[in-house]
């Protein structure tokens, strides 16, 4: 390669000459002539200053009609959607092996067929690289969707799927089962790896942009829970949604982990049947059935998960040791470490002893709280065991508590309060409230030590 020629230009007048002295040629001013660094075929390769396409940059004020969104006929899914898929937007839903996550989006892909039955081009398309079309179509006749207008396939190469879709009207709604056993020639690798899945999600994404329909992305998910594959992949769709529940229960719960269209705490109650996934408009008594006399140790919390207030059964059990034996600790659907807070605000704000017994704690129906306001409803159920005495069975229980054995507010009381007196629950324990909120029956409790003297029957 020849070597690159030095250039001198003259600051005074911009004169070029090849070789330094100390007046310049021109314009005779004395030490102006400063070396260049010469232009390598590398810089002028690397130079992103030019040749590029313009950027339209458009004013955040204005006016544009916003992207629409679809209705997938399941309103538990539009909920935790944020009212419904948005057009051109990717989606990746992550859960457990037999959760039901190809069955809730066989039925909504069914459902948006359904609906655009008389439309032009196809209204919804599944592709599923882990099953054949056979085993789908035998899947959707056991679950009644055998007529639906859906387009099956079964296919792992992104290069032939977006071919496919090239040369056909852009469907509403694209399902792709799932994203690691999608692979691209392009990239060196086995289906799954970090290259694959990031490549094979990138080209799918980039149709979604291009053509205006919704593509739903089905991950695999670790052993921990989270979605296998690079973490870049949850940055690149728009809504990331985890579908979560437990094989011995029959419920299921949708919940968007990252949503750029809508709220995060939203969630979508379906529970498992033999038809498929059922909605479940209330809630409340899906998790609250079984309950006949009341027992030392349950305690009734309305928990909040965005607009949606849901009563849960908090269960305590306490178990006396024999001294010197070491007591354990046991909960299910709660943080243990909070658990160890507040049976150390018991014991050192209102005198209990908790350190010679077994606590085992549990939220029944296989539910997850992470609502700071079940502290009180905790400590409810616990003294309740500990004393042995029953709650009041038409009684709630809501609150947070400090380390100092406060009761302290929290957010949306009076929607709580609502759920709570809809399914007949007359009473109800926790902060100090609105009194146009608060209702007839509403007990404040500014202290732990009130709860206990209540329940105990000191007071």
């Known amino acids: 390669m020849a070597k690159p020629k030095r250039r001198y230009v003259c600051q005074a007048c911009g004169s070029v000459t090849t070789r330094w002295q100390g007046q310049c040629p021109d314009c005779s001013e004395w030490n102006t002539l400063v070396e260049e660094a010469p232009e390598t075929v590398f810089s002028a390769r690397h ?13 955040l004020d204005h006016p544009v009609a916003l992207p629409p969104r679809r209705k997938t006929g399941l309103a538990e899914f539009d909920r935790a959607l944020g009212g419904g898929l ?58 009644g969707l055998g007529s639906a207008p859906l387009l099956l396939a079964s296919a792992t190469s992104v290069r032939d799927i977006l071919t496919t879709l090239g040369t056909m009207a852009p469907p509403a709604l694209v399902v792709i089962d799932s994203i690691q056993t999608m692979h691209s020639d392009q990239i060196e690798g086995a289906p799954g790896t970090v290259s694959q899945v990031r490549a ?39 809504v990331v949604m985890s579908f979560e529940g437990e094989r011995s229960h029959q419920y299921r719960i949708l919940r968007a982990i990252k949503n750029r269209f809508g709220a995060v705490d939203e969630i979508g109650v379906f529970a498992m049947a033999g038809a498929g996934l059922e909605e479940v408009s209330n809630p409340s008594l899906l998790f609250l059935s079984g309950r006949s006399e009341p027992v030392p140790g349950s305690a009734i919390f309305p928990a909040l998960e965005g607009t ?3 009563l849960v059964e908090i269960q305590a059990l306490t178990v006396r040791l024999a001294s010197g034996a070491t007591p354990r600790r046991a909960v299910v659907g709660w943080d243990s470490g909070r658990l160890a807070m507040l049976l150390a605000v018991l014991e050192a704000r209102c005198g209990l002893n908790f350190s010679s017994a077994e606590v085992y704690l549990n939220v029944a129906g296989g539910y997850r709280l992470t609502d700071p306001a079940a502290d009180l409803a905790v400590a409810a159920a616990l003294v309740s065991a500990l004393a042995d ?71």
Request: proline share 5%.
């Open 47 to 59: 130079d992103l200053s030019g040749g590029g396409r313009k950027v339209v940059f458009v004013p």
């Open 86 to 143: 948005v057009a051109g937007s990717a989606v990746l839903m992550g859960g457990d092996p037999g959760i039901g996550k190809s069955t809730l989006l066989l039925q909504a892909a069914a459902q948006i067929a359904r609906d655009n039955r008389d439309g032009a081009g196809a209204s919804a398309v599944y592709i599923s690289g882990e099953e054949a079309s056979d085993q789908v179509r035998l899947r959707a006749g056991r679950l």
């Open 200 to 238: 094979c999600a990138f080209e799918l994404i980039r149709y979604a942009k291009d053509s205006g329909a919704a593509v739903v992305l089905v991950g695999h998910v670790t052993k921990d829970g989270s979605i296998a594959g690079p973490r870049v992949l949850e940055h690149m769709v728009d």
């Open 308 to 310: 949606r207030p849901v």
């Open 389 to 459: 005495k029953p709650l009041p069975a038409d009684a709630v229980w809501f609150g947070e508590v400090s380390l100092a054995g406060e009761v302290r507010p929290v957010a949306h009381s009076a929607i709580r309060l609502r759920e709570a007196a809809k399914l007949g629950f007359g009473k109800t324990y926790g902060p100090a409230i609105n009194d146009s909120d608060a209702g007839a029956h509403h007990t404040a409790l500014t202290l732990l030590p009130n709860l206990v003297d209540r329940i105990v029957g000191a007071d």
